[in-house]
């Protein structure tokens, strides 16, 4: 896949809608590629981590090197798989995985309360004192029959977290 629109081929977008479940229309993804065009600026075909902090919306968020893990070196089919979590066609399981994996941080397929802990630190920032993210997270844990040593798989998450209504639903911006 080239470096403008005119090099995606009619095949090039269904396989990208393909891959992505059919949650984009061809012409979201037309916009997509031309977003990803703009930010894989050496036209390697694939986007970096500081090409990614180039975006000041994603460079701000406190989350931003947890994402750059998952997002370093994406082509463009991965780049579409990626952002199809925040559709709002996609499914609540959809954006639970993704959120499983920002908090998965070393990628072995279960989250630890030390894990959790990092993400909250994250996001609180000074808000919060450890001590108050330790008891909160504790009595969420304890709520959904967990324990602070427990490791959560993607399913344990889904059960604790998938009966939340996260409100990922964002534009993403294509100009």
Do not use: W
Request: aromatic share 10%.
């Amino acid at each position: 896949m080239g470096n403008t629109s005119s090099m995606l081929t009619q095949y090039d977008i269904e396989e990208v809608q393909s891959h992505c479940q059919d949650l984009f229309e061809q012409q979201e993804i037309l916009s997509l590629y031309q977003r990803f065009c703009q930010l894989d600026r050496n036209a390697k075909g694939f986007i970096s981590s500081d090409e990614f902090l180039s975006v000041p919306e994603f460079a701000m968020n406190p989350l931003s090197q947890r994402l750059l893990k998952m997002v370093d070196g994406l082509n463009f089919k991965d780049f579409v798989a990626f952002l199809s979590a925040f559709s709002a066609k996609a499914s609540l399981r959809q954006k639970v995985t993704l959120i499983f994996q920002v908090y998965d941080s070393d990628g072995n397929g279960k989250v630890s309360f030390k894990d959790i802990m990092e993400v909250l630190r994250d996001l609180s920032g000074t808000f919060m004192s450890d001590e108050q993210r330790e008891q909160v997270l504790s009595q969420v844990l304890k709520e959904a029959g967990y324990t602070n040593d427990s490791f959560l798989t993607l399913e344990d998450f889904i059960k604790v977290f998938g009966s939340c209504k996260p409100e990922m639903d964002v534009e993403i911006p294509v100009d």
